[in-house]
Each structure stands twice: as structure tokens, then as C-alpha cells.
């Protein structure tokens, strides 16, 4: 329920509407009254504290009309206000006032459990448009008062910029012709609104946001999370999607804004009104088509949020995959051909069946089974619960049965093998452009397939598994993995470069967690190299970096990541280390282990208490084992180096399996001294 005076709380209607709306006659009719009585009982009165010293409760001389404190304050501190920033204030007031009365009296019209905010906002007053008196004043909304912007105009102009550039990146919420219909006939409810606004407004070119989409969006989330609890917990007991998909949104605006603890709080929210709606059953056969799909395409939203979120060491997912019955979302083309077509469950997928359960189009629910595989990779890498008691390399093992998993998805994709272009140009571009909303599951399918790769195989987070193994570690298994390792960055980067050449404008935050985790890698292989090699990971990690910083930078995780990648400064004798297929038996100092732990914790790299660079800064950890005796080396672009375009041109087409073959002929040669 849309409630006005939650939202201008700090004011109260009966007295500013004395106080405002006839200030003037208000005070000459004071003064005379005032005047009149104290000719009456001039001979009787006795001296009192004047109004001030009253409300302070502080001693007063008692002389009229202001004691001798006061003054002296006053004349101190420059004074009373002008006549003219008077007026000003009154003038603002009584707007801010008719402003509340017109929005109570419309709730009363329509009904309080009715009022959305398609009713309740309307056009600025003329008076909140030109100033008044001798001087013009520019009296822009403040932000309490930014809802005065979303007209219905507006709102379906913040719909189109929703359904072009929010919907499945990679979150799908709505089911769109639903949601449009509903906002047309102002069915929905004003915490959904503004959240979808808050949520919209980062891409929208209206000129009423121009500027301001920063100051819009936390306006809106903040109003929405207020109107939001009131509806949750009222006893009501009203509660249905909308509460989840508001609270989820809410959540996704906290977390890429950098507010990672905030945001935990809502997706916590989230998942339980989730699981008291039973969203992560599938529905009854009762339920319309529309609302049933829309229904689990929000769950697996919700699913994506608790994965996506949980990359780090102290934030183990809510969602068990084993809880999650709801039949995975189909594509929507070929469910228009054969409704009655019913998808697979999470568990039927991840028993890697002997025939295959989706189509290859199948891309959500492909890229919903790619983030379950991360979410056991994070489980696994981050060390959340039990510890494996088997050593990676034993079949029997969590690495072993993640790695089956991961190679499964490949049955099901055409694109893993590095002719993701040739794929993306023959299925989704159409004309020279690029369809982006339908290659965007697609995408992040195979971009998380190669985030997963990554991590799995990340030299440090590996030899975080090794160092307390008796058990030497096979020579082959760390050489194997530290190539799989590499390889997947450089598919990652590669991935991320091919979708900037095919102009998409709009990214997935997550997409830059992808390129930092990539770039990481590509930054210890260089220190790690000479001549070609060195020269092809120098231009991976810049691609990385550019893509980060292309312009617009719509995420500002993007800035602190890419922060991140250019201070990354290792020694050499640390990625030598890392990179070597023989474990060191020295451990790394801890300082140096905590800052490789935090490269790779995707709440620390999004986090806004953290600098957005800290190169200078003497806080910064010296990325060196203890053993190092050699500074770093210097890998400046020396002025016989290629330009960029050529440089990273030749490394995303640089053939792997010939750095593959040059490392057995080096480790056959004693190269690695193992």
C-alpha cells in the first residue's frame, strides 16, 4: 500500500498551513495583539524568559523582544534572515504543503489500497518552476521531491530502457507483455514502481534525469525499501512476487553500488519471502501460463543473486540446488510453438544424463546450470563448509565431480571452443547489429563457463587446497591445471573483446568480476615470461582493462576492479611461484596471502569503502614471497613494442595449444627444474 506521508514524513499539515500560507497577515495580526496586551498589563508584567531561552532552558535578562544572549548571537552569526530568503522558504513550504494535500485528496479519491503511483504523481507546480520576487531562481526538485518526475510518460519511457537493457543481464523478473499491461492500468504497486525506476533510470536518456540518474536511483531505492517493509510486515498479510522482486532489485542496486552488507540483507529477504510463496516448487496446473512462467523465471533469479553474491570466504549460498524442484525456464519462442512442453529440474541436468535434456537455444536455462556449477567452484575454492578429505586429483573428489560437471556443458554448447564470434554472427546478429537481448543468456552462459574454469583452477586458490597435503602433488595434475587456467582466461577475454567489437552497450555488473579474474591471471603470466608470451599476456590484461573502462562506465564496480587489475604488480619470483608445476614448500607472508585471498573475493573488489586505486598508497601490501631478492621486473611497452589494436588482435588470436607444446618441450629440457 502506497502510503504519501511515509514519504514526506518530516511534514506536517495543519501547522504549515497557518505558518505558510498567510505569513504576513499571520504577523501583523501577532504584533498588534501583542502590542495591545502589553498596554494593558504594561504596570503588572514581570519579567520572563524570552521564547529562545524557554526552548533552551537557559537563563534570560527578560528583555523585550529579545534578550541581550540573543542579540549578541544573532549579530555574531550574521543575523536574522533576509526578507527575500524569507519569502523563499515560505514560498517553498506552502508548495511542498499543496503538494501533500493534492496527493491525500487523490488517495482519498481512488482508495488507499488502490493508489499506485501512476495516480499519485503528476506534473510540478508552476510554482516549482520560476522563481519569484525581483531575481529568477533555478528550483530544481529536490530529492525528496524526484518523484514529481515519473509521470506516465516517463514510466514507459523507464519500461522500454527496463525491457532493452536490465531484462536478462542476467536477471529476468518480469514476464514483459504482463508487466506492461499492469503499468498501463496502474495495477501495480508503488514499491514495485519505484524500484523498477531506480533500477531503469541508470540508462535512461530522458532530459528530467540528465545528471541526476545517481541521485534518482538512490532516491527511488530508498523510498521503495521504505514502502516496501510497510507492506511486507503490515497485517495485511498481502505478500505475493512483487515483494520478491522488489526486494531482489532492491538488493542487486546495493551490491553493484558497493554496499555489499546491505545488500545481503535483502537478498536474505528476498530468499525467504521466496521460500514462504514456495517459489522454488513448481506451480500449480491451475495458475495461468504467463504468471507461472513469470513466477519461475523470478525464483531463478533469486537463485542466480545467492550464487552470484556468495564469491568469497564468508559468504556461503542460502539455496540448496537440492530444494529447487521448479522445472528450469525453456526458450520462450519454442514454448509459444508447444506450450505444454514441460523443461527439466537443476538435478536432472546436473546427473549429466546419458541424453541430452535442453537445447542448445535453452540459453537461461543454461546459464542458470552454469551458475550452479560456480556456486560449487566458490563452495569448493573459498572453502565453505566441510573441507574434501580427497586430494583434487582422486576421481572420487569435489574438484573431480565440479570438472565433470563444467565439461558436461560443453554437450550442450557449440561455442566453448574458442568460435564464440562465429557463433554469436551466425545466430545473433541480424543486418550488421547485433540482437542483444537475445544473445545476452547466451553470453553469460559461456561467460560464466569460463569464470568457473578460472577459479577452479586458479594457481593461488589451488595451492590453497595443496599446502596442507602431505601427499606430493602430481607434476602433470599442477602443470594441467595452471594451462586450464590460462587458456580459460584468455577465452574469457577474448569473449569480452568480441562483444565490444559487436557494439553491445549494456553489460552484466558481474561481467567485470570475469574480466578482473581474467586479468589477474594474464597480469602473473606475464611477470611469469619472455618475449611472445610475455607480449601476448601484457595485451590480454590490457584488454581486460579497457574493458572496464570503456566509456560509458555504466557500473562503478567496473572503475574499482579495474583499480585493481593496474596495481596488481607481483614480483617475479611470486608468479614463478604460482606458476611453477612444483609446490613451494615456503609459504607466502601473510600479508601477501590475505591481498591474493581479496583479488579474488568479488565483494571486496565491488566494495565503495575500498579506494578505487591504491597505487602509491604505503597501506598497500608488497605483493612478494619472503624469499624475494630481485625487484620486480618492469614491463613497460618498450618503443619497439606493437601498437595495441595489433597487440591484442594477434593474443586473442593466438593458437594455445602451441604454448601448450612449447611448455612440454620445456619441461622435457629441465626448464622448470622438476
Not at 139 to 163: C, G, K, M, N, W
Not at 550 to 578: C, H, M, N
Request: with cysteine; charged share 20%; aromatic share 10%.
Amino acid at each position: 500500500m502506497f502510503t504519501p506521508l511515509s514519504i514526506f514524513a518530516p511534514f506536517s499539515t495543519a501547522p504549515l498551513r497557518l505558518a505558510t500560507l498567510e505569513p504576513h497577515a499571520l504577523a501583523s495580526k501577532n504584533a498588534i495583539s501583542a502590542h495591545s496586551m502589553s498596554d494593558q498589563r504594561e504596570n503588572k508584567r514581570v519579567r520572563q524568559a524570552c521564547v529562545n531561552c524557554r526552548r533552551k532552558k537557559t537563563r534570560c535578562s527578560g528583555e523585550r523582544p529579545i534578550c541581550r544572549y540573543n542579540d549578541s548571537y544573532i549579530s555574531e552569526f550574521g543575523g536574522l534572515p533576509t526578507d527575500i530568503n524569507l519569502q523563499l522558504e515560505n514560498a517553498g513550504l506552502a508548495n511542498r504543503v499543496a503538494l501533500l494535500e493534492t496527493r491525500l485528496s487523490l488517495m482519498d479519491a481512488n482508495g488507499a489500497n488502490g493508489a499506485t503511483l501512476s495516480s499519485l504523481f503528476g506534473s510540478p507546480s508552476p510554482g516549482l518552476q520560476q522563481g519569484s520576487g525581483p531575481e529568477q531562481f533555478d528550483i530544481r526538485p529536490s530529492s525528496s521531491d524526484l518523484t514529481l518526475l515519473l509521470d506516465a510518460e516517463t514510466l514507459q519511457s523507464l519500461a522500454d530502457v527496463y525491457f532493452g537493457c536490465c531484462h536478462r543481464q542476467p536477471y529476468a523478473f518480469f514476464h514483459e507483455e504482463t508487466f506492461r499491461r499492469n503499468l498501463e492500468n496502474s495495477s501495480l504497486p508503488s514499491y514495485l514502481l519505484l524500484t523498477f525506476a531506480a533500477t531503469a533510470v541508470r540508462f535512461s536518456k530522458e532530459p528530467c534525469f540528465a545528471g541526476r540518474q545517481a541521485e534518482c536511483t538512490d532516491a527511488y531505492a530508498r523510498l521503495a525499501w521504505s514502502d516496501l517493509m510497510i507492506e511486507a510486515f503490515s497485517d495485511s498479510h498481502n505478500m505475493d512476487v512483487r515483494i520478491v522482486q522488489a526486494a531482489a532489485m532492491l538488493g542487486i542496486i546495493d551490491y553493484i553500488g558497493g554496499r555489499d552488507q546491505l545488500a545481503w540483507v535483502k537478498f536474505g529477504l528476498a530468499i525467504r519471502f521466496a521460500q514462504t510463496l514456495q517459489l522454488g516448487k513448481e506451480p500449480s496446473f491451475l495458475v495461468p501460463q504467463n504468471e507461472a512462467e513469470e513466477r519461475r523465471q523470478t525464483f531463478w533469479s533469486v537463485y542466480i543473486l545467492d550464487k552470484l553474491g556468495s564469491c568469497g570466504r564468508n559468504r556461503p549460498p542460502t539455496l540448496l540446488d537440492s530444494d529447487c524442484t521448479s522445472r528450469l525456464p525453456l526458450n520462450e519462442y519454442a514454448l509459444r510453438l508447444e506450450p505444454a512442453v514441460d523443461g527439466p529440474t537443476l538435478e536432472d541436468i546436473r546427473d549429466i544424463p546419458e541424453k541430452a535434456l535442453l537445447d542448445s537455444s535453452d540459453h537461461f536455462a543454461l546459464a542458470i546450470f552454469m551458475v550452479s556449477a560456480f556456486g560449487d567452484v566458490v563452495k569448493w575454492a573459498f572453502k565453505h563448509g566441510a573441507a574434501d578429505t580427497r586430494l583434487p586429483w582422486d576421481a572420487r573428489s569435489r574438484f573431480a565431480h565440479i570438472n565433470g560437471i563444467l565439461t558436461s556443458f560443453e554437450s550442450y554448447s557449440e561455442a566453448c571452443d574458442g568460435n564464440f564470434a562465429e557463433i554469436i554472427d551466425r545466430d545473433f546478429v541480424f543486418e550488421g547489429t547485433l540482437n542483444e537481448r537475445a544473445a545476452s543468456h547466451f553470453s553469460v552462459a559461456h561467460v560464466l563457463y569460463h569464470t568457473n574454469q578460472c577459479l577452479l583452477h586458479h594457481p593461488f586458490l589451488l595451492r590453497q587446497h595443496l599446502k596442507s597435503s602431505e601427499v606430493k602433488a602430481p607434476v602433470n595434475f599442477l602443470r594441467g591445471a595452471l594451462s586450464k587456467s590460462q587458456e580459460h582466461a584468455i577465452h574469457l577475454t577474448a569473449i569480452l573483446h568480441v562483444l565490444q567489437q559487436r557494439g553491445c552497450k549494456t553489460y552484466p555488473s558481474f561481467y567485470g568480476y570475469a574480466a578482473g579474474l581474467a586479468g589477474l591471471v594474464h597480469r602473473l603470466h606475464a611477470r611469469n615470461s619472455t618475449g611472445t608470451e610475455r607480449w601476448v599476456a601484457e595485451a590480454n590484461w590490457s584488454s581486460c582493462v579497457h574493458f572496464l573502462e570503456q566509456e560509458p562506465v555504466l557500473w562503478e564496480s567496473y572503475r574499482r576492479i579495474s583499480g585493481v587489475l593496474k596495481d596488481f604488480e607481483p614480483a617475479v619470483e611470486l608468479a614463478t611461484s604460482l606458476l611453477s608445476p612444483c609446490l613451494d614448500p615456503i609459504p607466502l607472508d601473510s600479508a601477501t596471502e590475505e591481498y591474493l585471498w581479496q583479488v579474488c573475493d568479488y565483494a571486496w573488489l565491488t566494495n565503495s569503502a575500498r579506494r578505487l586505486s591504491i597505487t602509491g598508497d604505503t597501506s598497500k601490501p608488497e605483493v612478494n614471497p619472503p624469499f624475494s631478492t630481485s625487484p620486480a621486473v618492469d614491463f613497460r611497452a618498450s618503443t619497439h613494442s606493437p601498437d595495441f589494436e595489433t597487440l591484442i588482435e594477434g593474443a586473442l588470436s593466438f593458437d594455445f595449444g602451441l604454448l601448450s607444446q612449447t611448455r612440454s618441450h620445456q619441461s622435457m629440457t629441465g626448464a622448470y627444474g622438476g
